[in-house]
């Protein structure tokens, strides 16, 4: 009776969901039909982080500005913050599948790493996790060799577009490093109601890391309770924040589900248009000014390499004529991170279990009814650390002010960012659960098994400036098919030094009095290849993060301002034509990206508005 009475609270719980991804309203703009041939001043491709920064912005100054974005409106379930694990592998992920390097992801299906990419407006803002974190002020962006682009000349970027709400909330020392008034809206998410909330701060705080109230101040080292882009008790995607107003919506042409096939270059290598196709009619679009390109790391060097713009001799073994040859797709970087499940060590019983679906469906009718509640947070997620590991002795169990091989100890190289997984969810959403995380069967099944007894604390360490780099390649000439994406996790050794490294600190963090008490354990799976942890712990370690190689989805690097792109974004040997997302920076941010492709958004739209007068 117990067990039927389960299942009837999961089903209302699915139910309610279920609604929540299949209602519409008139919130974002309305779909803008196309005609073959049309003329706008610009054309934007692509209505992620910094597609739709650029296109609203142009939109506002009183151009004639057509977005396309390749997917329609976001979910209403993107509007929940508690929601975010759900939106991977939904129909707003574009469900990336990279091609397997027999090192890494050996525990994914397919031995492939999926690539979660935001396909709707406001693309990956608006499936993400929302945290803001713009990355190290002393060292980021400094490798980027085009004149202005230091993390001081991005600073204004940053400010220009933060809405912070919680400033108050801050120490007196970070006004500075804050605007309370931009488009975007930021704030501390809510509270969780999970007491390992405060417990994992406080299991930090016992290895001697700092409590620090704000990673955007002055520094960035310590764990923290980090802000996000939420509002309202809502996320607040790009598509939220800069297509939804009212003055954009009145002058902005969005045309949804529509994808772009291609660059039109003249004989002069100047950018005139784009094709693309919009609900199977194929047709030619005109920009009298500029075409601005933000795709996205992986859609980006697609939509050129089609276009005649990339490395010879894969242009010509796809026989596409070559208009320019540039290293577009190489350098492809991406953080990552060995997915570590931390049991908890209190068995729960059916009762409890029980109580969790009750409390979860009482939790998510106040969310809907007042927008209040533990649906308006993300869970463990807004508990963040970033520490330098070169800084932490072992031996003492301390993170310390002082360098072992000579790095900075305010130079981050790790962030651990944590969520939380329920008793008895797994058992009763398998199917559900293993499209969201792509694990395979095989770890499934044990994690499924000790689910039934035991919660977890998925817990991440984050390798922030990754050695190993890969390629996006066209994998034919249809500008349909998905890109072919090598993303070569840990082929260098280096990277996995790093990820046992981490390893290390978690075991640490295990054996601090909170997680003691907590009977809080590093779950050790049976592994294909890997030798019994008790025999071998080292070398189990090293085959563990070749199997549970987890992509953060922070890829950089595939058309770099160092290679591909001048100071002005602009793709060298070709006019008229721009990029504005994460694919510009050849190395990444220590930091979630978001931040910063934001930024990037901003800056290129006052670039277009100089050079365009």
Not at 159 to 186: F, V
Not at 299 to 318: C, E, R, V, W, Y
Request: proline share 5%; with cysteine; glycine share 8%.
């Amino acid at each position: 009776m117990e067990l039927d009475f389960k299942w009837i609270m999961l089903l209302s719980v699915l139910s309610t969901v279920t609604t929540l991804t299949t209602v519409t309203d008139d919130e974002f703009p309305p779909n803008y039909e196309l005609r073959d041939g049309q003329k706008f001043d610009y054309i934007v491709v692509g209505a992620g982080a910094g597609g739709a920064a650029a296109a609203a912005r142009l939109a506002l100054a009183g151009q004639d500005v057509l977005l396309i974005e390749a997917g329609g409106d976001p979910l209403h379930l993107a509007k929940i913050p508690a929601m975010s694990v759900a939106l991977q592998g939904s129909i707003i992920d574009w469900q990336y599948k990279t091609i397997s390097n027999n090192v890494s992801c050996l525990s994914s299906i397919g031995q492939q790493c999926r690539f979660s990419r935001g396909k709707c407006l406001g693309g990956s803002t608006s499936i993400n996790y929302m945290l803001y974190t713009r990355g190290n002020r002393k060292s980021d962006f400094k490798d980027i060799t085009r004149p202005g682009w230091t993390f001081e000349d991005l600073m204004p970027y940053f400010l220009r577009y933060e809405g912070l709400q919680d400033l108050d909330k801050l120490p007196p020392s970070s006004k500075s490093y804050h605007n309370t008034s931009g488009l975007m809206r930021i704030g501390f998410f809510g509270d969780p109601k999970n007491r390992w909330h405060s417990r994992l701060i406080n299991s930090f705080r016992a290895l001697n890391f700092p409590f620090n109230p704000d990673v955007n101040a002055a520094s960035q080292i310590g764990v923290t309770i980090a802000t996000g882009y939420t509002y309202g008790g809502e996320r607040m995607s790009t598509a939220r924040g800069y297509l939804a107003r009212e003055d954009v919506k009145n002058t902005l042409k969005v045309a949804k589900n529509t994808m772009c096939t291609g660059v039109l270059i003249n004989r002069k290598n100047i950018a005139t248009g784009i094709t693309a196709v919009q609900f199977s009619n194929k047709i030619k679009l005109y920009a009298e000014k500029e075409v601005i390109l933000s795709a996205g790391t992986l859609g980006t060097p697609q939509i050129l390499m089609l276009s005649g713009i990339g490395p010879a001799d894969h242009l010509k073994t796809m026989n596409i004529p070559v208009k320019v040859d540039l290293p577009v797709g190489d350098n492809l970087t991406d953080h990552a991170l060995p997915l570590l499940f931390l049991k908890i060590g209190k068995r729960g019983q059916i009762l409890a279990n029980l109580k969790t679906l009750i409390k979860t469906v009482t939790q998510l009718s106040e969310y809907l009814k007042e927008r209040q509640g533990a649906f308006t947070s993300n869970g463990l997620t807004d508990v963040i650390a970033f520490v330098n590991t070169h800084c932490y002795d072992f031996q003492q169990r301390r993170l310390l002010n002082v360098s072992f091989d000579g790095s900075d100890c305010e130079v981050p190289n790790l962030e651990i960012i944590n969520a939380f997984l329920d008793r008895n969810v797994l058992p009763i959403a398998k199917p559900l659960v293993q499209n969201m995380v792509g694990l395979s069967s095989g770890v499934i099944d044990q994690l499924s098994e000790l689910n039934k007894e035991f919660a977890f604390i998925a817990m991440s360490p984050v390798l922030l400036r990754p050695y190993s780099s890969g390629t996006v390649r066209l994998k034919n000439r249809n500008p349909l098919s998905p890109p072919a994406i090598y993303a070569n996790y840990l082929s260098d050794e280096r990277d996995v030094d790093e990820m046992v490294r981490s390893i290390r600190l978690v075991e640490q963090l295990t054996e601090t009095p909170v997680f003691k008490r907590g009977k809080v354990s590093i779950v050790q799976f049976d592994l294909p290849g890997c030798p019994h942890h008790k025999l071998n712990s080292q070398n189990y370690w090293r085959c563990y993060v070749r199997h549970l190689t987890y992509p953060v989805y922070h890829a950089v690097g595939t058309v770099s301002l160092n290679t591909v792109l001048d100071e002005r974004l602009r793709v060298l040997g070709v006019k008229r034509l721009r990029v504005a997302d994460l694919s510009v920076l050849p190395s990444l941010p220590r930091a979630n990206t978001e931040a910063v492709a934001v930024a990037i958004g901003e800056r290129v739209s006052e670039m277009l508005l100089a050079d365009n007068q």
